[in-house]
C-alpha cells in the first residue's frame, strides 16, 4: 500500500496550492483519510480530516475557513485546497489513511498508512 502526496511547494503569503494524494495497493472507499503536517522543530499536527463518503470533514482552528479537504473515492484520491496561505502553514504536509475507521477522526494512531510528505513553503 502506498500513499502518494503531491502538490507542494512555494507560494507567496496569500496564495493557494492544493495538495492531492493517491493511494494504491488497496481501496479507501470505505476508509477515514486525512492531512497532518509538521513544522520544521515541531511535532506532527493534525490539519484536516474526511469520513469515507466526505460527508464529515474536520479542521484544526488553525486551518478552518482556509483549508478545504475533500476525496474522490473512484480516484483513491484525497485532496487539500489551501487557500489564504500564511507563513506559519510553512511545513510539511503528510496524507494518511486509516485501515478501520470510516468517520473522520483527528487521531494520528487511528491512521494506519501515511504518505511520502510533501513540502509547503509560504514566503512573507
Known amino acids: 500500500v502506498q500513499l502518494q502526496a503531491s502538490g507542494g511547494g512555494l507560494v507567496q503569503a496569500g496564495g493557494s496550492l492544493r495538495l492531492s494524494c493517491a493511494a494504491s495497493?488497496?481501496?479507501?472507499?470505505?476508509?477515514?483519510m486525512g492531512w497532518f503536517r509538521q513544522a520544521p522543530g515541531k511535532e506532527r499536527e493534525f490539519a484536516a480530516a474526511?469520513?469515507?463518503?466526505?460527508?464529515?470533514?474536520y479542521y484544526a482552528d488553525s486551518v478552518k475557513g482556509r483549508f478545504i479537504i475533500s476525496r474522490d473515492n473512484a480516484k483513491n484520491t484525497v485532496y487539500l485546497q489551501m487557500n489564504s496561505l500564511k507563513p506559519e502553514d510553512t511545513a510539511v504536509y503528510y496524507c494518511?489513511?486509516?485501515?478501520?475507521?470510516?468517520?473522520?477522526?483527528?487521531?494520528?494512531?487511528?491512521?494506519?498508512?501515511w504518505g511520502q510528505g510533501t513540502q509547503v513553503t509560504v514566503s512573507s
Open positions: 495497493g488497496r481501496t479507501f472507499s470505505s476508509n477515514a
Open positions: 494518511a489513511a486509516s485501515s478501520y475507521r470510516a468517520g473522520a477522526t483527528k487521531l494520528a494512531y487511528e491512521y494506519s498508512y
Open positions: 474526511i469520513s469515507w463518503s466526505g460527508s464529515t470533514t
